[in-house]
């Protein structure tokens, strides 16, 4: 089987393209591709400053699309609000959103609305974010919606009663992993409910492997070992590039690195665990998910069979 790279990503000519977490690791060099092949892509970022970096190098070596920067803080409800609704009030069509950004093993801290940090930005801001943009999303044809998830998800469980450690005690990598189920699930029941009904937006989600990146900032066991095991950012985004542009990636498909356990190779579709496909969770997460945020969905209505 023919190995997929970046050569394989398909025109982007006229679409746009939104990318959270944009300014660094993957985030950018997802941005980077989709711009060198067309696309104009909008860096949803919360550092300004790095933003404005990462556009600056973008633009430098650009060929095709077009780099945009706008402020956006997945750990505050109210920015999500904000950015998307500048986001339908000037843009006609929404191709691509990749909901990349994360925090990973941070110390213990809260958002602006009191969620644990890592729930609260890797999974709430997300879903905020979805539900927000979603109908520009159904307003345009063939359209995307990728969620970026971890391996660690595999390690993950959602304390239901709980999620935000207000009674248990912090321990971050369990939280990290909590997040990242979530992704998964979330990623499972929005397309579990777009279902049959011939909609946009499609579905996909993708895994990095093991990719050296600074999101690890905060885990000096894992930046000890990426020399041995690290793929680059530019290697680690091939996933995500597949699942987002790739024609032949089915709704409700994995991505993810081809070899040693899903930490390296090229990008393929892979399969994971019953965890993540616990439709009972899934539920249990959507309805958590709508109550803190105080945000829903507008989904069509399924095809009669």
Not at 262 to 285: K, Y
Request: one cysteine or more; proline letters at 8%.
């Amino acid at each position: 089987m023919k190995r997929w790279t970046s050569d394989d990503v398909p025109p982007q000519n006229g679409r746009t393209a939104i990318v959270t977490g944009a300014n660094t690791g993957i985030g950018f060099e997802t941005a980077r591709e989709l711009v060198n092949k067309g696309a104009n892509v909008i860096l949803a970022c919360r550092n300004l400053e790095k933003g404005r970096e990462a556009v600056a190098r973008i633009e430098a070596k650009r060929y095709g699309g077009t780099a945009e920067l706008r402020l956006l803080d997945l750990s505050d409800l109210a920015s999500v609000h904000d950015f998307a609704q500048r986001i339908l009030a000037d843009k006609k069509r929404l191709d691509l959103l990749i909901n990349n950004a994360g925090v990973m093993v941070p110390p213990f801290g809260r958002t602006k609305q009191g969620f644990e940090l890592q729930f609260g930005t890797n999974h709430l801001g997300h879903f905020a974010l979805g539900a927000h943009l979603l109908p520009l999303l159904q307003a345009t044809p063939d359209s995307r919606l990728v969620v970026v998830y971890s391996m660690v998800y595999r390690f993950g469980r959602i304390d239901f009663e709980d999620p935000n450690y207000e009674h248990r005690p912090y321990r971050a990598n369990e939280a990290y992993s909590q997040s990242k189920l979530c992704n998964l699930l979330y990623a499972f029941e929005l397309q579990r409910r777009i279902g049959t009904s011939g909609s946009p937006p499609v579905v996909t989600a993708a895994h990095p492997g093991w990719t050296a990146t600074d999101l690890q900032r905060t885990s000096r066991f894992t930046r000890m070992l990426n020399p041995l095991f690290g793929m680059t950012p530019p290697e680690g985004a091939l996933p995500t590039l597949r699942a987002a542009t790739d024609p032949a990636a089915p709704a409700g498909s994995y991505w993810g690195p081809a070899r040693f356990w899903q930490l390296r190779g090229p990008p393929i579709q892979v399969d994971v665990n019953r965890r993540a496909r616990d439709q009972d969770a899934a539920v249990s997460l959507w309805d958590l998910s709508e109550k803190l945020t105080n945000v829903h969905y507008t989904l069509p209505v399924p095809l009669t069979p």
